[in-house]
């Protein structure tokens, strides 16, 4: 009994296992929707600059805002006609840089997106979202200090020299996937920028059109992924799925060759004392004849 208690224990919390993983694939699913999204205007900034964040593809009746890790947002509004929402920072201060995203009801949530707000004299101007593989991706240097007629500009990518510049701007042409990462800018006399991450993502089987003339790309560039991030939740839900239904199977398996042998021993146990009851009787009379032991007194004269 108690073996069977082990595996039924051993049932239930497979099976409370599999709800709580349905439900965090469900709630995966909702984070990782492409159609929520936050849109700063910049992400670097001067103390007492402003700065705009629009959430994208939120129910704006259900109520949604922009918020951090200590705080929301209080200066927000909507837009019925877009379906977005707008929240603002007038007047920045170093405290407030961080993270920032959107938010709202049934566990949607956007991306996020890291703002520096600096007291120096430098910061770096670049997208304030992902480019796609191909795109041409301008960084630009600028600086609060008037004083400066020729600026020699400084870009740094993770650290590494990668260009200067005498009008503070450098731009890509065409970017790929090695040139993801975190840059910076320096200006001769007037300072050092903050560092921004430049994300950059690769090209899916959907954004490929290879006119005739292109060269197909080679065997060192990054593969197309045609499974969009919405499909990757429910294909872990459907993995799980099919690994409980195997425990429970297993457990159902176990419990039942237990079972079995349980009443295979009882059945035995009770063979074996019908046979010996038989057993004692058949000593007395091995012939299967019953004999009676008559004991006759003496008369008395």
């Not at 049932?11 to 993983?21: D, G, I, K, T, Y």
């Not at 951090?68 to 877009?82: A, G, H, Q, R």
């Amino acid at each position: 009994m108690e073996v069977t208690a082990f595996c039924i224990t051993l049932l239930m919390n497979a099976l409370m296992l599999l709800v709580a993983h349905i439900q965090h694939g469900y709630s995966q699913t909702l984070v990782s929707d492409a159609a929520f999204r936050i849109v700063p205007t910049r992400l670097q900034l001067f103390e007492y600059e402003s700065v705009h964040f629009t959430c994208e593809g939120f129910n704006v009746s259900a109520g949604c805002r922009v918020r951090t890790i200590k705080e929301l947002i209080p200066k927000c509004s909507n837009d019925t006609v877009t379906s977005t929402v707008t929240c603002s920072i007038d007047f920045a201060f170093p405290s407030d840089s961080g993270e920032y995203w959107c938010e709202a009801g049934g566990g949607k949530r956007s991306n996020t997106v890291n703002i520096t707000v600096t007291a120096g004299s430098v910061i770096l101007e670049s997208p304030a979202l992902p480019v796609m593989e191909g795109e041409a991706v301008t960084l630009s240097c600028r600086t609060k200090l008037t004083s400066f007629s020729s600026l020699i500009t400084h870009f740094y990518k993770d650290g590494r020299l990668i260009g200067s510049s005498p009008t503070g701007n450098l731009t890509i042409e065409s970017v790929f996937k090695s040139h993801d990462g975190r840059y910076k800018c320096n200006i001769s006399g007037a300072g050092e920028s903050p560092e921004s991450r430049l994300a950059v993502r690769a090209k899916t089987a959907s954004t490929i059109s290879q006119s005739p003339n292109e060269e197909p790309p080679s065997v060192d560039s990054d593969p197309p992924h045609p499974q969009s991030p919405n499909n990757r939740p429910r294909a872990f839900i459907l993995l799980w799925i099919t690994l409980m239904v195997l425990m429970v199977a297993l457990v159902l398996v176990v419990v039942g060759f237990l079972h079995m042998r349980r009443s295979k021993a009882s059945s035995k146990t009770t063979a074996a004392a019908s046979h010996s009851v038989c057993g004692e009787d058949a000593e007395d009379d091995p012939d299967g004849v019953t004999y009676a032991v008559v004991v006759t007194k003496p008369k008395q004269h």
